[in-house]
């Protein structure tokens, strides 16, 4: 099962695609879709629209996990955040993906087992279930690959 891993933003959407064939995930791509802050939020969307829809075509992901907005202490970002979030749903639902959404609460208590780990040790927990010494930099990619892992261990319980 190919899996699409989504952390959404306006300025940064992490992506990533991990093969999961019922007991191992691998990594087999990983990335971001940056937008210009000082673009019209619009064209950002737009941006996001486009870069998904080729994402989708070129990985042909069996389902998505994408993070889902529950709580946001910054009200100035959760509505771009949340638009964002739309446009990418949007393309998933257009290509007919299936979707499951997670909070962040719900991807550290899988992930760790205690749903307000730091980054650090979801991290740590990503790279022992790749397999993997080393992890994109960008933190919104490596909770991309977080959510698609989650989304692996939801599956096998289900």
Known sequence: MKILGIDPGLGIVGYSVIEFDGKNSVLLHSGSIQTKKGDKESA???????????????????????????????????MPVAHARGVILTVLEKFNVPISEYTPMEVKQVLTGYGRADKKEVEQM????????????????????????????????K
Do not use: W
Not at 47 to 62: A, G, H, R, T
Not at 127 to 134: H, N, Q, T
């Open 126 to 157: 990503v790279k022992i279930s790749l397999g993997v010494d080393v992890l994109p930099k960008l933190d919104d990619t490596v909770d991309s690959i977080a959510i698609a892992i989650c989304h692996t261990r939801s599956v096998v319980v």
């Open 44 to 78: 950002r969307l737009l941006e996001i629209f486009n870069d998904m829809n080729v994402i989708v075509e070129k990985y042909k992901p069996d389902c998505a996990a994408i993070e889902k907005l529950f709580f946001f202490r910054n009200q100035t970002t959760v």
